[in-house]
């Protein structure tokens, strides 16, 4: 058992503890592509990042791209810290080194988990063009993800992911505005996903 697969194994215990909540749900798991994957979802809480890590299999080693403050929060935090495959991204500044890790986790053929809004929104907002510019650069494939806002002690949490595609198959240096129509893309595909949700779940 590799460390990322010890760490997964025993923060998912300690989550289910310190939060009070029955596993997760995760539908579309086949959807899930081998190698390296920019992982895109919609953000509304702090715990999302959990769930959708937990949504996978362990031996998919997932880096995370999580806001400097949370480092700092008492529990999310913590176990963020412990499970060690976080970069923590300082808002508000160009963070040069953690876009140099999250492209190097992305070569190396491991998944980056990204939350392109960069902010907690309850509704589906407005992506920024991280994820789509992590995506093209490395030539790896978008993997839309929608997880439920709905929190309840005892209850599922839910969480659907979609198909993976190439969002920039063009043989061609990407411009800015690519990355803008690319990031629209992104944000389009996983309001797809939520869209979906009764279809996902009839499947299984």
């Known amino acids: ?5 010890l760490a997964y194994v025993i923060s998912k215990f300690i989550f289910s503890i310190v939060t009070f909540r029955t596993p997760l749900k995760a539908y579309g798991q086949g959807n899930i592509p081998k ?3 920019v992982i895109c979802a919609n953000h509304a809480h702090n715990s999302d990042p959990f769930y959708i890590v937990y949504s996978f299999q362990r031996q998919d080693k997932i880096w995370i791209m999580a806001k400097e403050e949370i480092r700092h929060y008492p529990v999310v935090g913590r176990l963020l810290n412990w499970l060690g495959f976080v970069i923590w991204v300082k ?7 953690a876009v140099k890790s999250a492209l190097k986790a992305l070569k190396g053929q491991e998944k980056l988990l990204i939350f392109p809004e960069g902010t907690r929104h309850e ?18 494939p978008v993997l839309p993800v929608y997880i439920d806002p709905q929190r ?3 209850q599922r949490t839910k969480v659907y992911i979609g198909e993976p595609y190439m969002p920039f198959p063009e043989k061609r240096r990407a ?14 595909r996983i309001r797809a ?12």
Do not use: C, N, P
């Not at 058992?1 to 697969?5: A, F, G, R």
């Open 1 to 5: 058992m590799t460390l990322y697969q």
């Open 35 to 37: 190698g390296g994957a």
């Open 91 to 97: 808002r508000g500044k160009s963070d040069v080194g």
């Open 123 to 140: 509704e589906i907002g407005e992506g920024k063009t991280g994820a789509a510019m992590m995506a093209i650069r490395t030539g790896v």
């Open 152 to 154: 309840k002690h005892f």
């Open 175 to 188: 411009t800015a505005e690519d990355y803008e129509v690319v990031t629209q893309e992104i944000m389009d």
């Open 193 to 204: 996903v939520r869209d979906r949700r009764a279809e996902m779940e009839a499947a299984e």
